[in-house]
């Protein structure tokens, strides 16, 4: 089923093809403007499923929801650039997807200008309050308190999604539209509310007991009698429609300086948090230069600290480009065997170096140079797996779930947008701040509580990435951009806590070395391994034969989840291809 979708305020026809997870996805595609990848695949959902990306050539937008990309194709058909759209983009998904967009989170966006060939990285990375100290989440016997950590207001970061969003458009949006025209489509989506449906039904069915503690936030996402919505209701959102409107009228510091202020404090205090008005006052969102890396000829720009993301991405890449993956072949077990190794050296670095690099001294230059990943490459042995402990002493255990959302952007003009979105856990810490309709974050767990102590991913740290005032958290989220001569092939990201930086590896290495076209790139079945612990997950979809010779090599195989929807774009010959990643129930691409 192909949709062309017109929307009231274009006389564009969008290309258009929905991803929906599990329906077998087959979809016709008949457009002129379509042509090259579709095709019969192993999927992470099984064998042969029918694939379908949107090529088009005026612009591509390709989120986790579908109101939030056809508001981003919108922007551009009306002339907007890719950030502007993104804008547009990241606070309808606040909106439509309130389980990962968000006002009261953070996230990263990586933007390719292509006037200026610059790429520049904007973290809007949540901060710890100026109270916070290094103890803060431990208990009474000095262990780590998931509690406090996860569950509590001391799980909140200063949100920095607001000031993210609002300065990537005042430094790089065209100058097209105010911020209250961006805001708009997000303020008339929570005022005229959403069907409840697919994955926000499900989303919230499962996050409802979290939610039901909180009656700002039952409010809002349960009906009257505390029972979650159903399918076939609404979710209005009228605070949020007043808070976007405020914030879009006044700009950022209606949110970081007004009564919105006022009243998320007022909330992260009542749960037990530190948090305080000089906090919110004091937060900024910062300019970064992203890091840089090479592989096989082409130009890998990625995610900069406080996000691990771009550096253990390209120190895999590093060590990866000494091996013939190519003549391995896709998803042979040789090269996952490779990978895999790769990954645990990579994981076993971020345990030990990784922070806020504004606080501590993270080795950057050391970790994504050529001559390091040569000397981690000569410790791998393509017949065997190498034990995780002569690797580094630690251990720890693999978390759960939670939810983050990418999206990838093109214009016409060759700008790109890639950005990941987060309130840590699916819905965050599940706290509305009072009547603002914000839904708040609990991502400060992705501090170390304690050295050694996982987080909800399981992914352990020390000193460099301890709590302390005013510090960022580490991340593992990994926008990125791949370049070929200056200019952008392929945009890429993804959610799914640790395992979004092994996915981002798996997009680029499907794509260069397997020539896979970006849909099939995406949307095959994934490994991962994170050093500790000591276990390859597998996604469904992997065969049981690959299976079977990865334990022959000495791997633990275990049958892991579906990995996050890495929503990406192509830029190929045909024009930009757009691969919502099946994965995420409702994602898609909007072309034009
Ligand atoms: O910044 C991070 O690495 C995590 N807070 C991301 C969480 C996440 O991706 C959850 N999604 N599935």
């Known amino acids: 089923m192909i949709r062309f979708a017109r929307l009231a305020s274009t006389t564009l026809l969008f290309v258009v093809a929905v991803a929906i997870a599990g329906a077998g996805l087959a979809r016709d595609r008949k457009s002129p403007a379509q042509k090259s990848d579709i095709a019969q695949v192993e999927t992470a959902r099984g064998k042969f499923v029918r694939i379908e990306p949107v090529v088009a050539h005026r612009g591509m937008v ?41 006002l009261g989170g953070g996230g990263f966006m990586l933007v390719h200008l292509a006037k200026s060939h610059e790429n520049v990285a904007i973290d809007y990375r949540e901060t710890a309050p100026a109270a916070a100290t290094a103890d803060m989440f431990l208990d009474a016997g000095g262990n780590a308190d998931p509690n406090k950590s996860r569950y509590s207001g001391l799980a909140v970061g200063v949100p920095g999604t607001v000031a993210g969003l609002t300065l990537a458009l005042e430094k790089f949006g065209s100058g097209r539209f105010t911020l209250a025209e961006l805001i708009a489509p997000a303020v008339k989506l929570a005022r005229e509310g959403i069907p409840v449906e697919g994955d926000l039904l499900d989303s919230l069915l499962l996050a409802a007991p979290r939610l039901q503690r909180w009656p700002s936030t039952a409010a809002i996402f349960a009906k009257a009698d505390g029972t979650p919505w159903e399918e076939g209701d609404r979710l209005l959102q009228p605070q949020l429609a007043d808070t976007l409107e405020t914030i879009g009228r006044e700009g950022p510091r209606a949110f970081y300086h007004g009564p919105i202020a006022d009243k998320i404090v ?41 996000s691990s993301g771009g550096i253990h991405l390209i120190e895999m890449l590093n060590i990866l480009e000494g091996f013939p993956l190519k003549s391995l072949g896709a998803g042979k077990p040789e090269a996952l065997h490779l990978m895999i190794e790769a990954m645990k050296l990579a994981y076993a670095d971020r345990a030990e170096y990784m922070g806020d690099r504004d606080r501590v001294e993270v080795p950057v230059e050391r970790l994504i140079s050529k001559a390091y990943a040569a000397e981690l490459r000569a410790g791998i042995n393509p017949d065997r797996a190498r034990p995780v402990e002569s690797i580094r002493p630690d251990s720890s255990a693999l978390g759960g779930g939670g939810n983050t959302t990418h999206f990838s952007i093109i214009d016409e003009f060759g700008n790109a947008v890639a950005n990941t979105t987060s309130l840590n856990f699916s819905y965050g810490v599940g706290l509305v701040a009072g009547d603002t309709g914000i839904l708040l974050n609990n991502t400060l767990d992705d501090f170390a509580a304690k050295p050694g102590a996982p987080n909800a991913f399981g992914l352990i740290g020390g000193s460099a990435n301890a709590p302390a005032p005013g510090k960022r958290p580490l991340s593992s989220m990994t926008p990125t951009i791949v370049l070929k001569d200056g200019a952008p092939v392929l945009i890429t990201g993804a959610p799914g806590g640790s395992r979004i930086i092994t996915t981002v590896l798996q997009v680029i290495v499907n794509s260069i070395d397997f020539d896979r076209p970006v849909a099939q790139a995406v949307a095959a079945p994934r490994v991962h391994h994170q050093w500790r612990p000591d276990a390859v997950l597998v996604e469904p979809g992997v065969p049981a034969a690959t299976r079977r010779a990865l334990e022959k090599l000495g791997h633990k195989v275990e049958a892991g989840p579906l990995f996050g929807a890495a929503n990406s774009i192509a830029v190929t010959p045909e024009g930009f291809v757009g691969a919502a990643d099946s994965r995420a129930a409702g994602a898609l691409a909007a072309g034009l």
Do not use: C, H
Not at 271 to 287: H, K, P, Q, V
């Open 62 to 102: 390709v989120t986790q929801e579908r109101q939030a990309s056809l508001i981003g194709a919108d922007i551009l058909a009306r002339g907007g650039n890719a950030v502007d759209a993104a804008v547009a983009v990241g606070f309808a998904l606040a909106v439509t997807l309130p389980k990962a967009g968000n």
């Open 266 to 306: 007022s909330a992260v205090r009542a749960a037990d948090g530190r948090m305080t008005r000089i906090d919110l006052e004091s937060y900024w969102a910062a300019i970064r230069e992203p890091v840089r890396g090479t592989y096989r000829g082409y130009d890998i720009v990625s995610m900069s600290p406080p």
